[in-house]
Nanobody, 115 residues
């Protein structure tokens, strides 16, 4: 059973930074891709960033230049560094693992950007 545990969310002022972590119970390098999604109140869940097995990264346009996805093989952990945060970044952030033939989700961590 694949387990993903997110941490690092919280309340931050506009312009601030947070780093989210996703600790996996499996070898993350065996996944086709690892990703971060977010869901704001009243909105659909959206893809934020992904990193594939070969290290290729991809970002939604709204976070390009501000967010960075990375991974640590020794810790089996994926990170999302979020800088220059804006109020519209407020959402529950979910970690995702695409491990054929299924996709797995963490429980989510709340990020609130407010003054």
């Amino acid at each position: 059973q694949v387990q993903l545990v997110e941490s690092g969310g919280g309340l931050v002022q506009p312009g601030g930074s947070l780093r989210l972590s996703c600790a996996a119970s499996v070898n993350i390098f065996s996944a086709n891709a690892m990703g971060w999604y977010r869901q704001a109140p009243g909105k659909e869940r959206e893809l934020v960033a992904t990193i594939t097995s070969d290290g290729t990264t991809n970002y939604v346009d709204s976070v390009k230049g501000r967010y960075t996805i990375s991974r640590d093989k020794a810790k089996n952990t994926v990170y999302l560094q979020m800088n220059s945060l804006k109020p519209e970044d407020t959402a529950v952030y979910y970690c995702n693992a695409d491990i054929f033939p299924k996709a797995y989700w963490g429980q989510g961590t709340q990020v609130t950007v407010s003054s």
